[in-house]
């Protein structure tokens, strides 16, 4: 939950602030971010690149465990250096089952100040289709799957001390768990034998 002054949420209540589209994908090779603008703009450590044309299918709520399924189009650009052999360039990144999060940046609409970025979506990227349509031109479709992908996810892992020290060196909280057998304790009256 953000904790947003009265004046901030009264012009988010009624829509009057300017709102910019933002893309974060957290690939092997480092994090690239995408911004619905014409210039750059930097956000929490990251410089969000103007990317063209770029589109976010439908984010529609969805209910229950399952993932539910989105795009992200990022077309070629030459004002902003996105060339097709640019784009094409994305084969070099490990970027199957890494983070995408889409955002929205609320900014005042007469200073321009930045009031709030809102988390819209966060999934990971399937794949990475290339299309080169005489219509649209040269575009990369990112196939997304959301975070609900987690919930049918199975851990293989068995709880052990040396499971637990991969995860946290030092801690000790595993360390008789695989050592010690099984006792069967009896209470009340005496076993027969």
């Known amino acids: 939950m953000i904790n947003l002054p009265p004046a901030v949420l009264d012009l988010l209540d009624a829509g009057l602030t300017k709102v910019r589209g933002l893309i974060r994908f957290d690939f092997g090779g480092g994090i690239y971010g995408f911004v619905k603008s014409l210039s750059p703009m930097t956000y929490a450590g990251v410089t969000?690149?103007?990317?063209?044309?770029?589109?976010?299918?439908?984010?529609?709520?969805?209910?229950?465990?399952?993932?539910?399924?989105?795009?992200?189009?990022?077309?070629?650009?030459?004002?902003?250096?996105?060339?097709?052999?640019?784009?094409?360039?994305?084969?070099?990144?490990d970027y199957r089952d890494r983070p995408v999060t889409i955002l929205d940046a609320h900014f005042h609409p007469d200073t321009g100040a930045l009031l709030v970025v809102q988390p819209m979506r966060r999934g990971y990227v399937d794949v990475i289709d290339?299309?080169?349509?005489?219509?649209?031109?040269?575009?990369?479709?990112?196939?997304?799957?959301?975070?609900?992908?987690?919930?049918?996810?199975?851990?293989?892992?068995?709880?052990?001390?040396?499971?637990?020290?991969?995860?946290?060196?030092?801690?000790?909280?595993?360390?008789?768990?695989?050592?010690?057998?099984?006792?069967?304790?009896?209470?009340?009256?005496?076993?027969?034998?």
């Open 48 to 93: 969000y690149q103007p990317g063209g044309i770029i589109q976010v299918s439908d984010l529609s709520g969805g209910t229950g465990l399952s993932a539910q399924q989105f795009t992200v189009t990022l077309a070629a650009s030459h004002d902003d250096g996105l060339t097709p052999e640019i784009l094409q360039t994305i084969e070099q990144e």
């Open 130 to 193: 290339h299309d080169d349509d005489p219509e649209f031109g040269y575009r990369l479709i990112a196939q997304c799957e959301t975070r609900a992908l987690d919930y049918a996810r199975m851990n293989g892992r068995k709880r052990s001390d040396t499971d637990q020290q991969r995860r946290a060196p030092g801690d000790r909280w595993f360390e008789h768990a695989s050592k010690r057998g099984r006792e069967e304790v009896f209470w009340g009256r005496n076993r027969t034998s």
